[in-house]
């Protein structure tokens, strides 16, 4: 069976600090990977994915990163925190009906 | 641009009343839909994904699509307690299995299931 795990859990960080989360993905070879961010009563929205290692795409611009330097590794990361990256991250790897499954996500505040 | 929109908001049921979800969508050439629903502080669970006009069951949650009246609803047989939850909806139109930015989500519907 297919496990995803996320770290941390939880972060408390302040502004202008480095951020870096990541994301295992254990089971599965070659997994589609990707992060999606929630604001606090907002939606989901896609932040990036990637097909293969090295190899990864941005659909949104929020001064954030992303890599994956294995397989089964994601790793999303800024240098530089605002206040608006306050949030609640998940991380997913997609199947190829289309659907997704999700990690338990990392719930970032931003002070 | 395709909008999602859930209703109602929030929805209050007693443990083995059937709880039904809504979610609409605005693009008719919408071709995969999936629930999923999110536990306070917890991930994404899919629950139950559709990709033509019908009903789709998995366990006791049903699937319900009608591209024509641009509805999907989520029925919940018998809930429980342990089923409040947060119920999300995401619709996507022409699949590219590496780009999920075509999966717009819903808002979400806040399901309480008292005992």
């Known amino acids: 069976a297919q496990t995803i795990h996320q770290w941390p859990v939880a972060e408390i960080k302040a502004v202008g600090s480095p951020l870096s989360l990541g994301c295992t993905i254990k089971g599965k070879s070659s997994p589609n990977l990707y992060w999606y961010w929630q604001a606090t009563g907002g939606t989901l929205q896609q932040l990036f994915y990637?097909?293969?290692?090295?190899?990864v795409e941005s659909v949104v611009q929020l001064n954030l990163s992303a890599s994956r330097p294995k397989d089964d590794q994601f790793i999303l990361s800024t240098e530089k925190l605002l206040l608006s990256h306050s949030g609640f991250y998940l991380c997913?790897?997609?199947?190829?009906?289309?659907?997704?499954?999700f990690g338990a996500g990392t719930r970032l505040s931003v002070l | 641009q395709q909008k999602v929109q859930q209703s109602p908001e929030s929805l209050t049921v007693s443990e083995g009343a059937m709880a039904s979800l809504n979610c609409t969508f605005s693009d008719r050439s919408s071709d995969n839909f999936r629930w999923y629903r999110q536990h306070s502080g917890k991930g994404l669970e899919v629950l139950v994904s559709i990709f033509s006009d019908g009903e789709k069951e998995e366990g006791s949650f049903t699937a319900h699509l009608n591209r024509a009246s641009l509805h999907v609803f989520l029925h919940i047989r018998e809930p429980q307690p342990s089923d409040s939850a947060l119920y999300l909806c995401?619709?996507?139109?022409?699949?590219?299995?590496?780009?999920?930015?075509?999966?717009?989500w819903g808002l979400g519907t806040s399901l309480v299931v008292n005992p």
């Open positions: 997913a790897w997609g199947t190829g009906e289309n659907t997704l499954y």
């Open positions: 990637s097909i293969t290692v090295g190899q």
């Open positions: 995401a619709v996507g139109c022409n699949y590219n299995v590496g780009d999920n930015s075509k999966l717009i």
